[in-house]
């Protein structure tokens, strides 16, 4: 079931685009913007030496966005035939006759783009060579690493879920304003999810990894971090309930500051949803702390050389030494605060209309403090090695913040005992004043974006626990 | 959609290199959304899917794909590339397929695609000025409103044939309140399998004044004590703790994948003797029924707990068939292009004989959690977490402040044990739940419950 030798040459979406633009052209609306996904997938998943399922999948959609009278519209469709087409235009239309108009609504234009140079990343978001590896190939590799992990510990009683992706897709923009884009991206992800045991408790260990092609996923790396976390966390106590220093690990860290990214966006401040409204020029964290929104990222899994309504990408520092600079823009919220479209306009698929969000978000590592020298510095505290809960438990309006956590207990400097069952909790703007030191381990997390943290070391925050 | 022939041809076809399963899900489906934020009908978008899943089995693997078509000749195409990846003698088998039955029968009275798009905006516009005349500290109303329509047709080398007919309709309302520097936020949605006589059953504007009301109410939050406390959970949405750490674990592939602290508990006492569990896909218009799963299976009213005992698993086909089990109707998928895994339905604890009010009044001091933002749960070993989004504190008897910040933490084995009193107000909420990668619509539920400890974290002494 070889299918991607078949399907490399995929039709061709530009010349699609084209046909629904020649349609569009008789629809009378003002403007228009076609958004085509093509995205073939493949997945593994292996139970006990066994395929436990496969599958394949090939798809395409066209989003449509329609402006008419300064009205906005969407729609979209998975079916190619003419008349297919000719109804999601006119649900489109349709549907633009009970949204508001604005005088803002519109496409973009060359003028509002903060970064006028189109990046040259299509060359690091694509690799020829994944298309060289076949299925059985992956198939072997998903076993591989099945054995492997299991030969790790005699405590590793089992893989709860043991998962390899991989997608090759292409997007494709055409708009009325004479925009007409196109980009390739091949990208492969394994997760592993194992299971310890002893005779007292049972702890569970998760770990990822993500490359542009299969030949360059690391088993070895991958098994190991699953199975020291699994590990580390068996015959977890349950501690007393207290306040004290807490370090996050770098991939605990990078979930925080998705909660952070979340309300970084312009249309989450200019609609008072932000805690950050009002806040431009304003030192909010305690520290020397850079934040960045990088697009064009070479080795970032959300880079791509224009956004999802076609505006160019590239590289927005937010924060600088702790202060707060900009907020992240498509180009409606630009307009609105009168400025330029930072390239952050994203959807998750054909099925939806644009919005604002982020890239590759990450706070920069810090050239002094590995994760060892930052223990070091802690004579007693909660090493955090992950966290449950995130969605329900953080609410990035109000910033209350409160997580199931799982770690390790640190006494003089060293790791003492695993701790289960706490929550640690706090708020966003309390967090950032206390984040104390910096560690030089950056690593992203793959989530609505790809956010990248290194470890942090936080003062005094409340634990609660029996 | 497809008649009996073809689907024979293309169930045929993916045998056709000795796999010993096929399946064929055809999916069609018409959605619509519309948004408003900010005073402001945002956006309103539609959509059309129509596709095809196919599912091969030999042993314990499974092959999968789909196609955006459902044309003979593309299915068959896809069918013979598929089953290359068995590599098998050929075994003629006989398909015989004949229509499934299910007692689920319900009448759609409005059906979406004739509600005109004007008066779907009039929901949400009386939504935002409800909300909004409730109280001068609103400043924030944020409404969706979809729905959908969508026809299904299964079919299975083992003969089912079934066809299925959903409408949605779902309304979602977040509402925020600010008073000096606190900002609080609220919650409802109304969401039903039925079309939009769902508003005439309760109007728009009574899902803003319950979201608006939990906002203003935790204006004056305290933040969360913490430590292990006494709790009564809210009846409805309260029942997201039992969905999330026990439920999931009562999923069959969880105990084949020995990742379940439930395994090899069937038969035994799990939970106090006046817990009884129930997950009924038959609960005429609920948010999580159906007249079939996702696999052609009729949906059915199974008791997971009674009386404190495990009484039964929720399986889909392949796991009825590994662990030698009645098959339950709770194989689920998102669309075409996932493959069936046990899901949950409509899942709730049964009523019991207390009165709320009883039962809050009998707590010294505690907790009163009304509604939660969500949790999570590690099956494999029953540690979950929940936001409490409205709370109150209790003490002696009587409720107290509303408190911020506050999550649950625990064990669901553990909590199931502790479950003191329930109350007689059985109550349901709609969602949706996700899980490897897909999301489907769910329902929870729950009287009012009693839970003698459980470590409450937040921020307060």
Same mark, same amino acid.
């Given at each position: 079931m070889d299918y991607f030798s078949k399907k490399k040459n995929k039709n061709n979406d530009i010349e699609l685009a084209g046909k629904v633009s020649m349609l569009m052209d008789k629809s009378k609306v003002d403007e228009y913007e076609i958004y085509i996904s093509s995205s073939t997938d493949n997945e593994i998943e292996i139970f006990e030496g066994e395929v436990e399922s496969l599958s394949y999948s090939d798809s395409k959609?066209?989003?449509?966005?329609?402006?008419?009278?300064?009205?906005?519209?969407?729609?979209?469709?998975?079916?190619?035939?003419?008349?297919?087409?000719?109804?999601?235009?006119?649900?489109?239309?349709?549907?633009?006759?009970?949204?508001?108009?604005?005088?803002i609504n519109g496409l973009p234009l060359r003028s509002e783009y903060r970064y006028t140079k189109e990046a040259d990343i299509q060359k690091y978001i694509f690799d020829e060579d994944f298309f060289k590896v076949n299925l059985e190939k992956k198939i072997e590799l998903a076993k591989n690493l099945e054995k492997i992990v299991k030969g790790k510990d005699k405590r590793i009683s089992g893989v709860d879920s043991l998962n390899y992706s991989d997608n090759y897709s292409e997007v494709t923009i055409l708009n009325s304003n004479g925009f007409e884009g196109n980009y390739k991206n091949t990208s492969c992800f394994l997760f592993l999810n194992i299971i310890s045991k002893d005779k007292k408790d049972t702890s569970t260990g998760f770990s990822f990894l993500y490359e542009r092609n299969p030949q360059k996923l690391n088993l070895e790396k991958i098994a190991?971090?699953?199975?020291?976390?699994?590990?580390?966390l068996l015959g977890a106590k349950k501690i007393k309930s207290t306040h004290s220093d807490i370090l996050l690990d770098s991939l605990v860290a990078s979930q925080f500051l998705g909660i952070i990214a979340s309300i970084l966006t312009a249309d989450s401040v200019q609609k008072g949803k932000s805690l950050f409204k009002g806040k431009i020029g304003e030192k909010i964290f305690s520290r020397n702390i850079n934040i960045f929104d990088n697009g064009i990222m070479k080795e970032g899994f959300s880079s791509k050389p224009f956004d999802a309504e076609g505006?160019?990408?590239?590289?927005?520092?937010?924060?600088?030494?702790?202060?707060?600079?900009?907020?992240?823009?498509?180009?409606?919220?630009?307009?609105?605060?009168?400025?330029?479209?930072?390239?952050?306009?994203?959807?998750?698929?054909?099925? &939806?209309?644009?919005?604002?969000?982020? &890239?590759?978000?990450?706070l920069e590592p810090s050239s002094d403090y590995s994760f060892d020298d930052i223990l070091k510095k802690i004579d007693?505290?909660?090493?955090?090695?992950?966290?449950?809960?995130?969605?329900?438990?953080?609410?990035?309006?109000?910033?209350?913040?409160?997580?199931?956590?799982?770690?390790?207990?640190?006494?003089?400097?060293?790791?003492?005992?695993?701790?289960?069952?706490?929550?640690?909790?706090?708020?966003?703007?309390?967090f950032c004043k206390k984040i104390e030191t910096i560690g030089n381990d950056l690593k992203f997390f793959p989530s609505a974006g790809f956010i990248g943290s290194p470890c942090l070391h936080v003062k005094d925050i409340v634990i609660s626990g029996i | 959609m497809i008649d009996k022939e073809t689907a024979k041809k293309v169930l045929n076809q993916l045998l056709g290199s000795g796999g010993q399963f096929s399946e064929l899900f055809i999916q069609k489906k018409v959605s619509n959304s519309l948004r408003l934020d900010d005073n402001k009908i945002e956006n309103a978008s539609s959509g059309f899917e129509i596709g095809c899943g196919l599912r091969l089995t030999y042993e314990d693997s499974t092959y999968y794909a789909y196609i955006d078509s459902i044309e003979e000749?593309?299915?068959?195409?896809?069918?013979?590339?598929?089953?290359?990846?068995?590599?098998?003698?050929?075994?003629?088998k006989s398909i015989d397929l004949n229509?499934?039955? =299910?007692?689920?029968?319900?009448?759609?009275?409005?059906?979406?695609?004739?509600?005109?798009?004007?008066?779907?905006?009039?929901?949400?516009?009386?939504?935002?000025?409800?909300?909004?005349?409730?109280?001068?500290?609103?400043?924030?109303?944020?409404? =969706?409103?979809?729905?959908?329509?969508e026809e299904v047709l299964i079919a299975n080398s083992e003969g089912v044939f079934a066809k299925d007919f959903y409408v949605k309709t779902f309304l979602a309302v977040n509402i925020i309140a600010a008073k000096g520097s606190e900002v609080r936020t609220g919650y409802k949605s109304l969401a039903k399998s039925m079309g939009f006589e769902l508003f005439d059953e309760k109007k728009p504007e009574d899902v803003a004044l319950e979201a608006a009301e939990i906002a203003l109410n935790m204006l004056d939050a305290i933040?969360?004590?913490?430590?292990?406390?006494?709790?009564?959970?809210?009846?409805?949405?309260?029942?997201?703790?039992?969905?999330?750490?026990?439920?999931?674990?009562?999923?069959?592939?969880?105990?084949?994948?020995?990742?379940?602290?439930?395994?090899?508990?069937?038969?035994?006492?799990?939970?106090?003797?006046?817990?009884?569990?129930?997950?009924? =896909?038959?609960?005429?218009?609920?948010?999580?029924?159906?007249?079939?799963?996702?696999?052609?299976s009729p949906s059915q009213r199974n008791i997971l707990i009674e009386n404190g005992i495990l009484r039964n698993y929720m399986l889909d086909i392949k796991s009825s068939k590994k662990l030698n089990l009645p098959l339950t109707g709770n194989g689920r998928r998102q669309s075409f292009r996932d493959i069936p895994i046990p899901r949950m339905s409509n899942t709730f604890i049964d009523k019991g004989s207390e009165k709320p009010d009883i039962i809050i009044s009998s707590i010294k001091k505690g907790i009163y959690a009304k509604e939660f933002s969500g949790g999570q749960v590690d099956p494999a070993t029953g540690d979950f977490v929940f936001g409490i989004s409205e709370g109150y504190i209790i003490e002696n008897g009587i409720l107290g402040n509303p408190i911020k910040g506050a999550t649950l933490i625990g064990n669901g084995p553990e909590i199931l044990n502790k479950i003191e009193a329930i109350g007689n107000d059985l109550d349901y909420s709609p969602g949706f739940c996700g899980k490897n990668g897909q999301s489907i619509t769910n329902e929870v539920g729950q009287p009012t419950i009693k839970v003698s400890a459980i470590t409450v974290g937040g921020t307060g002494a």
């Amino acid at each position: 079931m070889d299918y991607f030798s078949k399907k490399k040459n995929k039709n061709n979406d530009i010349e699609l685009a084209g046909k629904v633009s020649m349609l569009m052209d008789k629809s009378k609306v003002d403007e228009y913007e076609i958004y085509i996904s093509s995205s073939t997938d493949n997945e593994i998943e292996i139970f006990e030496g066994e395929v436990e399922s496969l599958s394949y999948s090939d798809s395409k959609g066209i989003g449509i966005r329609v402006f008419k009278e300064k009205r906005t519209g969407y729609s979209y469709v998975t079916s190619f035939e003419e008349n297919k087409i000719i109804d999601c235009i006119e649900k489109a239309v349709l549907n633009s006759k009970i949204t508001n108009a604005e005088e803002i609504n519109g496409l973009p234009l060359r003028s509002e783009y903060r970064y006028t140079k189109e990046a040259d990343i299509q060359k690091y978001i694509f690799d020829e060579d994944f298309f060289k590896v076949n299925l059985e190939k992956k198939i072997e590799l998903a076993k591989n690493l099945e054995k492997i992990v299991k030969g790790k510990d005699k405590r590793i009683s089992g893989v709860d879920s043991l998962n390899y992706s991989d997608n090759y897709s292409e997007v494709t923009i055409l708009n009325s304003n004479g925009f007409e884009g196109n980009y390739k991206n091949t990208s492969c992800f394994l997760f592993l999810n194992i299971i310890s045991k002893d005779k007292k408790d049972t702890s569970t260990g998760f770990s990822f990894l993500y490359e542009r092609n299969p030949q360059k996923l690391n088993l070895e790396k991958i098994a190991q971090d699953a199975a020291a976390k699994s590990l580390m966390l068996l015959g977890a106590k349950k501690i007393k309930s207290t306040h004290s220093d807490i370090l996050l690990d770098s991939l605990v860290a990078s979930q925080f500051l998705g909660i952070i990214a979340s309300i970084l966006t312009a249309d989450s401040v200019q609609k008072g949803k932000s805690l950050f409204k009002g806040k431009i020029g304003e030192k909010i964290f305690s520290r020397n702390i850079n934040i960045f929104d990088n697009g064009i990222m070479k080795e970032g899994f959300s880079s791509k050389p224009f956004d999802a309504e076609g505006v160019n990408k590239g590289n927005t520092q937010i924060f600088k030494d702790g202060i707060l600079k900009t907020y992240l823009y498509d180009c409606y919220t630009a307009r609105k605060d009168k400025t330029l479209s930072t390239g952050n306009a994203v959807r998750a698929s054909y099925k &939806s209309n644009p919005g604002v969000g982020i &890239s590759n978000f990450y706070l920069e590592p810090s050239s002094d403090y590995s994760f060892d020298d930052i223990l070091k510095k802690i004579d007693s505290g909660f090493y955090v090695v992950d966290i449950i809960g995130l969605h329900s438990g953080a609410n990035p309006i109000t910033g209350d913040i409160s997580v199931g956590a799982k770690g390790v207990w640190i006494k003089n400097g060293n790791l003492d005992f695993p701790v289960k069952e706490v929550t640690i909790a706090t708020d966003i703007l309390s967090f950032c004043k206390k984040i104390e030191t910096i560690g030089n381990d950056l690593k992203f997390f793959p989530s609505a974006g790809f956010i990248g943290s290194p470890c942090l070391h936080v003062k005094d925050i409340v634990i609660s626990g029996i | 959609m497809i008649d009996k022939e073809t689907a024979k041809k293309v169930l045929n076809q993916l045998l056709g290199s000795g796999g010993q399963f096929s399946e064929l899900f055809i999916q069609k489906k018409v959605s619509n959304s519309l948004r408003l934020d900010d005073n402001k009908i945002e956006n309103a978008s539609s959509g059309f899917e129509i596709g095809c899943g196919l599912r091969l089995t030999y042993e314990d693997s499974t092959y999968y794909a789909y196609i955006d078509s459902i044309e003979e000749s593309k299915l068959l195409e896809s069918a013979k590339i598929l089953r290359t990846a068995i590599n098998n003698s050929n075994i003629n088998k006989s398909i015989d397929l004949n229509d499934s039955y =299910s007692n689920y029968n319900i009448k759609i009275l409005k059906y979406p695609d004739l509600i005109i798009p004007e008066t779907k905006k009039q929901i949400l516009l009386k939504v935002n000025k409800a909300a909004r005349d409730k109280s001068d500290n609103i400043f924030q109303v944020t409404a =969706s409103l979809s729905d959908m329509q969508e026809e299904v047709l299964i079919a299975n080398s083992e003969g089912v044939f079934a066809k299925d007919f959903y409408v949605k309709t779902f309304l979602a309302v977040n509402i925020i309140a600010a008073k000096g520097s606190e900002v609080r936020t609220g919650y409802k949605s109304l969401a039903k399998s039925m079309g939009f006589e769902l508003f005439d059953e309760k109007k728009p504007e009574d899902v803003a004044l319950e979201a608006a009301e939990i906002a203003l109410n935790m204006l004056d939050a305290i933040n969360a004590p913490i430590g292990i406390l006494p709790v009564v959970i809210g009846p409805g949405f309260g029942g997201v703790i039992f969905h999330e750490a026990c439920g999931h674990g009562l999923e069959a592939d969880a105990i084949i994948k020995n990742a379940s602290v439930f395994k090899d508990k069937t038969g035994c006492k799990i939970a106090s003797d006046i817990v009884t569990a129930i997950d009924d =896909s038959t609960l005429p218009y609920h948010w999580g029924s159906y007249k079939f799963d996702g696999e052609g299976s009729p949906s059915q009213r199974n008791i997971l707990i009674e009386n404190g005992i495990l009484r039964n698993y929720m399986l889909d086909i392949k796991s009825s068939k590994k662990l030698n089990l009645p098959l339950t109707g709770n194989g689920r998928r998102q669309s075409f292009r996932d493959i069936p895994i046990p899901r949950m339905s409509n899942t709730f604890i049964d009523k019991g004989s207390e009165k709320p009010d009883i039962i809050i009044s009998s707590i010294k001091k505690g907790i009163y959690a009304k509604e939660f933002s969500g949790g999570q749960v590690d099956p494999a070993t029953g540690d979950f977490v929940f936001g409490i989004s409205e709370g109150y504190i209790i003490e002696n008897g009587i409720l107290g402040n509303p408190i911020k910040g506050a999550t649950l933490i625990g064990n669901g084995p553990e909590i199931l044990n502790k479950i003191e009193a329930i109350g007689n107000d059985l109550d349901y909420s709609p969602g949706f739940c996700g899980k490897n990668g897909q999301s489907i619509t769910n329902e929870v539920g729950q009287p009012t419950i009693k839970v003698s400890a459980i470590t409450v974290g937040g921020t307060g002494a």
